[in-house]
């Protein structure tokens, strides 16, 4: 009885030595529909339970992955903290392998050996170490000033697009952040 024992908590053991080793490989699109590949990082190979934020990520793509009790799930947050998990109208398989957000950008994803419960949810546990993997460069919205001397006209302007201009009846060096 004891060496029954002994050997499943070796084979436990060793499992769990296995999968806090497996690596998972992703491939990042910045379109929602899995069909524009990231030109920052294409495809990269996750580990489990680690929270990765994923800036310009609009839609990604695996495949299924054997983990203890099924498949490795891909789990999809809202915020960059892994905290609060997309929910099941703001995300959406678009095909077996490619999942996607409606609108916006995923914030950040997890892989987890975790399998989805009869509610349909997925409680991935705490995420054992967060990173950073750029999938498209998100606009830096700090404003740049300028101010042409000849005319007195400050012109404000941020990478998003939006531009104030007010006339000025003084002059002051021009600064960008």
Do not use: K
């Not at 998990?85 to 994803?109: E, F, H, K, M, P």
């Not at 399998?115 to 054992?128: E, N």
């Not at 498209?136 to 101010?147: C, G, I, R």
Request: aromatic letters at 6%; charged letters at 5%; one cysteine or more.
């Amino acid at each position: 009885m004891h060496r029954l024992l002994a050997f499943y908590l070796l084979l436990f053991h060793d499992l769990s030595a296995v999968l806090a080793q497996l690596q998972v490989q992703l491939n990042f699109y910045t379109d929602h529909q899995c069909q524009t590949p990231s030109t920052e990082h294409a495809a990269a190979s996750i580990p489990i339970s680690e929270c990765i934020i994923t800036p310009g990520l609009g839609s990604i793509s695996n495949q299924p992955v054997p983990c203890q009790n099924g498949n490795v799930q891909l789990v999809a947050y809202q915020d960059t903290s892994c905290g609060t998990q997309l929910g099941s109208l703001d995300w959406y398989r678009v095909t077996n392998q490619c999942s996607a957000r409606y609108s916006g950008d995923i914030a950040a994803i997890l892989l987890t050996c975790s399998q989805v419960s009869d509610a349909g949810t997925i409680d991935p546990g705490t995420p054992t170490t967060t990173s950073t993997i750029v999938v498209a460069q998100v606009a830096d919205l700090a404003p740049t000033v300028t101010q042409s001397v000849a005319s007195s006209s400050l012109s404000v302007t941020n990478s998003g697009g939006v531009n104030a201009t007010q006339t000025a009846s003084s002059s002051s060096p021009s600064s960008s952040n």
